[in-house]
């Protein structure tokens, strides 16, 4: 369920923020459009910002449009708005904003509306013609959900649904573009949290990371991280004291590799900012002070280009309209601007921040002029230097690439970790692809504009692939070559699990690897700085008998057989007779006890790999 905090009605406090003087701010704030009254209006948290293709500013309002239900709406960083689209059918939950994906489509989701009434998944083009990819029916694959999906790595969509303490329960769920839809996990409400109003991120170490409102061992939320196939681990559960109480909205992973994000309640009973590990190591790094830092938190946080986070509280603040504040990772809070009725009132989303380097944000009420009451769309200038935006995140050599930013138009070169790509397209100025190029090196993008480069905030991560290895088979020490892309930066090889001690990056697409001591059968997989290949086919390590001991025995003598490879032994035979005792001393060495019936002859060893045979005779007495 969503809620918004009243208005506090605390006369004496009222007058003590007002006594207090307005702070001299380095950073710029400005209304870049009232929300008009004719077009979306309401925004409400979380109300998500996504910048199109077009460097337009997307978001959603809660009323408004051609069916009185609320809609999507752009805002250029000028200030021209246009209601994008409206809401068809009443829906009484539509807050969660818009996210854009990879294909130039914006998604969203909706809380109280499709064929069941329980919400559902939607994409917009890029001209607003919407396509409902799934409609929830709360039996199996949950209800309500109240943030976009994220789009992952692989390319699919992951949500969660908010869920209550009964049925139904909150569920994460992934689906495709297209509208491929499946549950990957119902939540445990009592262990793993229920109601999810905050949707989910995905972390640099490919999990996925979000928190909900109750639920966990204090029944005050928790905050866990979750693969892609729905393996859960709570990280941390809220007590309800001091570290907080109730995690409403999206975490943040900061440079740091850390997760920010806020909750409610807290030593002051008006909100807290937290970090926490993604081993679950937490603190409270600020306790909002509702004095005179604002009262009630109204987003989770962005971490801008100048390092610092950002979000809104939705009341006091010198003109008890909320307030829009900067905090540092080791918790240094400072109030940027105190929102008043014309500059805004009740913040509703997390400031974005768009590759202009200027942050933007909305506001469900306040504005001026004839458009007064609507909500305003802002702007904080932090002085912050224009930056490339990565769409795609990491990728193969040869696939593309796409890019968000301005000026581009006269572009010349586009880089991955220094190497210039081959072939890269200009669609408009602040919209363009390339194609990483061979021995691209994981790193940030680099654009070369007619106006200055433009580099990307995050490093692409080039995904090595294996495409043949040669030979497939051997003995320890012998020499494989592995073909394949991306192999540049390449880390660790190993050969069954089995880490080489020895190999050569001879180019971006090969490099030769000598099959290490006790190497086992199996894949070979290379690591590099961008991710882990693996070869489609097996290895076989052939085992070898370089000598045994003794060399003449009777029945149940224990021969000693010595040679390389011999770790998956499963066999050992004494002239084809099958020894009934073995053991595996290690990769070179088995002890065998000649078996009844053994006569005269060589001895083999078979593994998962092959079968080796004496030069030799062993000689039965």
Excluded at 491 to 499: A, D, E, P, S
Aim: aromatic content about 10%; hydrophobic content about 35%.
């Amino acid at each position: 369920m969503r809620f918004t905090f009243p208005k506090l009605v605390v006369f004496a406090l009222t007058f003590a923020l007002l006594a207090v003087p307005t702070l001299a701010l380095a950073q710029t704030y400005s209304v870049v459009t009232n929300l008009f009254t004719t077009g979306i209006t309401g925004p409400n948290s979380p109300a998500t910002i996504a910048q199109g293709r077009d460097g337009n500013l997307y978001s959603s309002g809660l009323g408004g449009g051609a069916f009185n239900n609320g809609g999507v709406y752009s805002v250029t960083p000028g200030g021209t708005y246009n209601t994008f689209w409206s809401v068809p059918s009443i829906d009484l939950g539509f807050y969660g904003g818009v996210i854009l994906g990879t294909d130039g489509s914006f998604y969203g989701v909706t809380a109280q509306r499709g064929t069941n009434g329980s919400g559902t998944v939607f994409k917009l083009s890029s001209t607003g013609v919407e396509t409902i990819l799934h409609a929830f029916s709360d039996t199996g694959d949950g209800g309500n959900p109240a943030t976009p999906p994220v789009q992952a790595a692989d390319g699919n969509y992951y949500g969660v649904t908010e869920g209550q303490p009964f049925l139904p329960s909150p569920t994460m769920y992934k689906i495709t573009a297209a509208g491929v839809f499946s549950t990957v996990h119902t939540f445990n409400n009592t262990t793993e949290g229920y109601n999810i109003s905050a949707g989910l991120i995905q972390g640099t170490d490919g999990n996925l990371y979000g928190c909900t409102v109750y639920g966990g061992t204090g029944n005050a939320g928790t905050i866990f991280k979750i693969t892609t196939s729905g393996v859960v681990t709570v990280l941390h559960a809220f007590t309800g004291l001091a570290d907080g109480n109730g995690c409403y909205y999206t975490l943040v992973q900061g440079t740091d590799g850390k997760l920010y994000g806020t909750a409610g309640s807290g030593t002051f009973g008006a909100g807290i900012v937290f970090k926490i590990t993604t081993s679950g190591s937490y603190s409270a790094i600020h306790q909002i002070n509702g004095t005179t830092d604002g009262f009630g938190i109204k987003s989770g946080l962005i971490q801008a280009t100048d390092g610092n986070f950002y979000g809104v509280t939705q009341n006091q603040g010198s003109a008890t309209n909320g307030t829009l504040y900067k905090i540092t990772s080791t918790g240094t809070y400072t109030v940027v601007h105190n929102f008043d009725s014309p500059t805004g009132d009740i913040p509703a989303s997390a400031p974005y921040q768009h590759t202009n380097g200027i942050l933007y944000g909305s506001t469900t009420y306040g504005g001026s002029g004839a458009n007064s009451g609507a909500g305003v769309f802002y702007s904080l200038n932090i002085s912050a230097a224009p930056f490339a935006k990565l769409l795609t995140k990491s990728g193969k050599v040869g696939s593309t690439v796409e890019i968000l930013g301005q000026g581009f138009t006269g572009s010349t070169a586009v880089s991955f970790g220094g190497v210039n790509a081959t072939s890269f397209s200009v669609t408009s100025d602040t919209y363009m692809t390339a194609n990483v190029p061979t021995a691209a090196k994981t790193g940030t993008v680099s654009v070369t504009r007619p106006s200055g480069a433009l580099t990307s905030l995050i490093q692409f991560k080039i995904i090595p692939t294996i495409s043949s290895i040669t030979p497939t088979s051997g003995v320890i020490g012998t020499l494989v070559t592995v073909n394949g892309t991306g192999l540049t930066q390449a880390t660790k090889v190993t050969v069954g699990g089995v880490t080489a001690t020895s190999f050569t990056v001879v180019s971006d697409s090969k490099i030769t690897v000598t099959v290490p001591s006790a190497a086992k059968t199996g894949k070979i997989a290379v690591t590099t700085t961008g991710g882990n290949a693996t070869s489609a086919t097996t290895f076989n390590v052939t085992p070898l008998i370089s000598s045994f001991t003794p060399t003449s025995g009777p029945v149940g003598t224990v021969v000693t057989i010595s040679g390389t490879g011999l770790t998956q032994t499963t066999k050992v035979t004494f002239n084809g007779v099958t020894a009934t005792t073995f053991t595996v001393v290690s990769d070179t060495q088995v002890n065998a006890t000649v078996p009844t019936g053994a006569t005269t002859g060589k001895i083999a060893v078979t593994t998962t790999g092959g079968t080796a045979t004496s030069a030799t005779n062993f000689t039965v007495n």
